[in-house]
T-cell receptor
Framework: EPEVTQTPSHQVTQMGQEVILRCVPI?????FYWYRQILGQKVEFLVS????????KSEIFDDQFSVERPDGSNFTLKIRSTKLEDSAMYFC????????????FGPGTRLTVT | AQSVTQLGSHVSVSEGALVLLRCNYS??????LFWYVQYPNQGLQLLLK??????LVKGINGFEAEFKKSETSFHLTKPSAHMSDAAEYFC???????????FGTGTSLTVIP
């Protein structure tokens, strides 16, 4: 069964460093998303991406964040200068083809900023 | 604005007992509603979804949920709990295809042998 994959599973970085989180969505899906889950809190939407552009973003998704679909298969989230409060589990999701309503989530990348 | 409320951050049931996890939503338009399950150190797995068809929705692993518009609820049930059902359960709402999901704070289900 097709699934969303994410790498790395765990990333440790120092405050102020740039990180890139990578996702491979399910092929032929049209919508792509990033969410985050701070430990013990609910899953929060960051950004959605459709037709090679951002379609929606939350107030969390400020200028420090960017997304890219560089090669038609990968979907990346870049944090330019990490802060301690960026420590969280980051989930990638895709959807919109075959099952247009649901979103399929990857296993997540745990980001730890020290 | 949309929001999801899950009553009870922790629920404990005995093995074989009924599971009831509560979810209430607010939405300005007819919503799409979802339940996801998260096992430790894993991602979110879709249990079931409501997309304006039948109000009683059956999902995987014996779970089902009923959409009640008058109560703005989408509670998740399972007649008989198994040990393997122990996990975190999230209710989510969306207004349209492709739109963001709004998640509840989650309910941690413990199954007592």
């Amino acid at each position: 069964e097709p699934e969303v994959t994410q790498t790395p599973s765990h990333q440790v970085t120092q405050m102020g460093q740039e990180v890139i989180l990578r996702c491979v969505p399910i092929s032929n899906h049209l919508y792509f998303y990033w969410y985050r889950q701070i430990l013990g809190q609910k899953v929060e939407f960051l950004v959605s991406f459709y037709n090679n552009e951002i379609s929606e973003k939350s107030e969390i998704f400020d200028d420090q964040f960017s997304v890219e679909r560089p090669d038609g298969s990968n979907f990346t989230l870049k944090i330019r200068s990490t802060k301690l409060e960026d420590s969280a589990m980051y989930f990638c999701a895709s959807g919109g083809q075959g099952g247009p309503y649901e979103q399929y989530f990857g296993p997540g990348t745990r980001l730890t900023v020290t | 604005a949309q929001s999801v409320t899950q009553l009870g951050s922790h629920v404990s049931v005995s093995e074989g007992a009924l599971v009831l996890l509560r979810c209430n939503y607010s939405s300005s338009v007819p919503p799409y509603l979802f339940w996801y399950v998260q096992y430790p150190n894993q991602g979110l797995q879709l249990l079931l979804k409501y997309t304006s068809a039948a109000t009683l929705v059956k999902g995987i692993n014996g779970f089902e949920a009923e959409f009640k518009k008058s109560e703005t609820s989408f509670h998740l049930t399972k007649p008989s709990a198994h040990m393997s059902d122990a996990a975190e359960y999230f209710c989510a709402v969306s207004e349209n295809t492709g739109n963001q999901f709004y998640f509840g704070t989650g309910t941690s289900l413990t199954v007592i042998p």
